[in-house]
């Protein structure tokens, strides 16, 4: 079992639930219904009770959080999860409960900004960052491209990530580009690109090499 720094653990705790702390502050000048979806476009196109914004967001990221903390603590290679790689893993969650409270409160509250050009950016980044460590990441059973061809042989699983981190370092970059392009159909082309792509390598490299 992977050692988990208690403290930081506590910390990215807080900080997830910090949005119901902000919410009960602005309670009285927040409307009963807020945005919590938004289109491409900025506008929001779903809503949600006030009391389920406030306090059911941030408990349900809560416990997201710790259910995915501790799947990687209890990973039978734990040993091979690199501590930036957990890293990422750990503070994920509470920088996305953030974003939210931004975003949703942010529009209940009348403040002039596109959320989606926010959160697409805020998505090109992590998907830079965590593809800069993708080529790092030795094999295991929680982080990275987990299928049968990686998992069965480590030389493909070494390749398919040096592979797939180079694709979503460039595909993260053009993410974030879009952000000023606001082409939601290239958002969903990159992504696919960036999950498939590297699959159909690991098979390819196994049918070589079997």
């Not at 969650?93 to 050009?117: D, T």
């Not at 926010?118 to 059973?141: A, D, R, S, T």
């Amino acid at each position: 079992m992977k050692k988990i720094d208690r403290k930081t653990l506590l910390l990215t705790s807080i900080i997830t639930l910090l949005p119901i702390v902000v919410g009960l502050v602005l309670w009285n000048k927040l409307p009963d219904t807020i945005p919590t979806h938004f289109g491409m476009d900025g506008i929001p196109n779903g809503w949600s009770s006030k009391s389920f914004t406030v306090f059911g967001i941030p408990v349900f990221m809560l416990v997201f959080h710790l259910l995915c903390v501790g799947i990687t603590s209890v990973d039978p290679k734990y040993d091979q999860i690199s501590d930036k790689l957990f890293g990422i893993v750990v503070w994920t969650c509470p920088v996305i409960s953030l974003l939210v409270v931004v975003a949703s409160y942010g529009s209940a509250l009348g403040w002039e900004m596109n959320i989606s050009r926010y959160v697409m950016f805020g998505c090109g980044i992590l998907f830079m960052v965590i593809g800069n460590y993708l080529p790092k990441c030795k094999q295991n059973y929680t982080m990275g491209i987990k299928i049968p061809w990686t998992l069965d042989n480590e030389e493909n699983w070494n390749r398919t990530h040096r592979f797939a981190g180079f694709l979503w370092v460039v595909g993260g970059a053009f993410i974030a580009i879009n952000t000023f392009l606001e082409w939601e159909w290239l958002f969903l082309v990159i992504v696919l690109i960036m999950v498939l792509v590297p699959i159909l390598y690991s098979y390819l490299y196994y049918e070589k090499h079997k």
